[in-house]
């Protein structure tokens, strides 16, 4: 089975912080995604990465980047952290199969509290 | 611009009861779509998926979805319901030319009755 980890289930820190959010995978994925949820909102992309060293901003990118120094990796960063930002971040990953991108594989989720 | 919708937030069935859950997508050409489900406190599972062929597709834990171009629709269907079904449902679209990039719905959420 694929896993998807990420490195803290709760997070709290406080306005202004730099703030990290760490996922890996183990299944060699080359595509691997950041999403925030929010209730009655549900997820929206924030960056997605194709391969190493490689991002693409998604839809509400603004205050956030990433890194992606190695494959099985994918870094979520808060430069600046603020009130707004608090949230349940969600890490996926996928594989492309005979040209054809196969279904995200999630993670178990970040909550995030920014005080 | 493409979108998915899911008509319903909040849906209670009574255990045992036949279930739907609603989805309606705007895009163009074939859509590539999925159902996610998420128990509370968990990351998005996969349910099922259509990519082409039938339109009729099976996946996990007894859930099934028909593909109907003519409504726009990709709804979620199980006969029976069981109590550990209640959880939230997600339904996405790939977006078109993006390499599986995929646009969610709001979710609906499932409470099931004793």
């Known amino acids: 089975d694929v896993k998807v980890t990420q490195s803290s289930r709760y997070l709290v820190k406080r306005t202004g912080e730099k703030v990290f959010l760490e996922c890996v995978q183990d299944m060699d994925h080359e595509n691997m995604f950041w999403y925030r949820q929010d209730p009655g909102l549900g997820l929206r992309l924030i960056y997605f990465s194709y391969d190493v060293k490689m991002k693409e901003k998604g839809d509400i990118p603004e205050g956030y980047s990433v890194s992606r120094e190695k494959k099985e990796r994918f870094s979520l960063i808060l430069e600046s952290a603020s009130t707004n930002q608090t949230s349940m971040y969600l890490c996926?990953?996928?594989?492309?199969?005979?040209?054809?991108?196969?279904?995200?594989?999630f993670g178990d989720g970040t909550r995030l509290s920014i005080l | 611009a493409q979108s998915v919708t899911q008509p319903d937030i909040h849906i209670t069935v009574s255990e045992g009861a036949s279930l739907e859950l609603r989805c309606n997508y705007s895009y163009g050409a074939t859509p590539y779509l999925f159902w996610y489900v998420q128990s509370p406190g968990q990351g998005l599972q996969l349910l099922l998926k259509y990519f082409s062929g039938d339109t009729l597709v099976q996946g996990i834990k007894g859930f099934e979805a028909e593909f109907k171009r003519s409504q726009s629709s990709f709804n979620l269907r199980k006969p029976s319901v069981h109590w550990s079904d209640a959880a939230e449902y997600f339904c996405?679209?790939?977006?078109?030319?993006?390499?599986?990039?995929?646009?969610f719905g709001k979710g609906t959420k499932l409470s099931v009755k004793p």
């Open positions: 996405a679209v790939e977006r078109g030319g993006s390499q599986g990039n995929l646009i």
């Open positions: 996926a990953s996928s594989f492309q199969f005979r040209g054809r991108d196969q279904p995200q594989h």
